[in-house]
């Protein structure tokens, strides 16, 4: 069964940090790159970090610096850490495959909200 569940968001000032964290459940999750991506309020949804099976890490411009991406195969789990989080940061954010399609399937996403 394919699943995705993140979890870990909430309300933080600006400046502040939250670890976000991703269960995934299916094969397709567990070979290829995963990235975490993120939705603003009339905006579309854009990809920030993007992780691959070796490890490989690549960030949007815009949280360069200051997010991290991690993943542990072993436990189905991907991460997001957050730091130095800013107003413009509020969105919900989702964990999938690094490339994704219009028919393929996403969790419920987890409400970050920065406030300054």
């Known amino acids: 069964q394919v699943q995705l569940v993140e979890s870990g968001g909430g309300l933080v000032q600006s400046g502040g940090s939250l670890i976000l964290s991703c269960k995934t459940s299916?094969?397709?999750?567990?070979?290829?790159?995963m990235g975490w991506y993120r939705q603003a309020p009339a905006k579309q949804r854009e990809l920030v970090a993007a992780?691959?099976?070796?490890?490989?890490?690549s960030y949007a411009d815009s949280v360069k610096g200051r997010f991290t991406i991690s993943r542990d195969i072993n436990k189905n789990m991907v991460y997001l850490q957050m730091n130095s989080l800013k107003p413009e940061d509020t969105a919900v954010y989702y964990c999938?495959?690094?490339?994704?399609?219009?028919?393929?399937?996403w969790g419920q996403g987890t409400q970050v909200t920065v406030s300054s």
């Open positions: 999938n495959q690094a490339k994704t399609g219009p028919d393929d399937y």
């Open positions: 299916g094969t397709l999750f567990s070979i290829n790159p």
């Open positions: 992780i691959t099976r070796s490890g490989s890490t």
